[in-house]
């Protein structure tokens, strides 16, 4: 079994910063793709910033310049550090990873983070 256990949400104030961090535990062969996600209330869950194992990152036209996803595959931890924080940034941000077992690859999701920015 593979578990994702997210940390760092919080409130913060328009302006600010906050880091996110993931990591992932269990018995796995190797972790393909990491990324962020969020969902906001009444809106569909959307894809904020995505990490190859080569590192190759994908971020969102929404938080260019303002987010940024990187990750330690030694500790199999992705993080996501949001600055210039909006409140339209408020929602709940959910790790992903593309776990590889050898004789297969399945998607894993952590419990979700909340994120709040205040006006």
């Known amino acids: 079994q593979v578990q994702l256990v997210e940390s760092g949400g919080g409130l913060v104030q328009a302006g600010g910063s906050l880091r996110l961090s993931c990591a992932a535990s269990?018995?796995?062969?190797?972790?393909?793709?990491m990324g962020w996600y969020r969902q906001a209330p009444g809106k569909l869950r959307e894809l904020v910033a995505s990490?190859?194992?080569?590192?190759?990152?994908h971020h969102a036209d929404s938080v260019k310049g303002r987010f940024t996803i990187s990750r330690d595959v030694a500790k199999n931890t992705v993080y996501l550090q949001m600055n210039s924080l909006k409140p339209e940034d408020t929602a709940v941000y959910y790790c992903?990873?593309?776990?590889?077992?050898?004789?297969?690859?399945?998607?894993?999701w952590g419990q979700g983070t909340q994120v709040t920015v205040s006006s």
């Open positions: 269990g018995s796995f062969v190797s972790i393909n793709t």
């Open positions: 990490i190859s194992s080569g590192a190759r990152t």
């Open positions: 992903n990873a593309a776990v590889s077992m050898g004789y297969s690859t399945r998607d894993y």
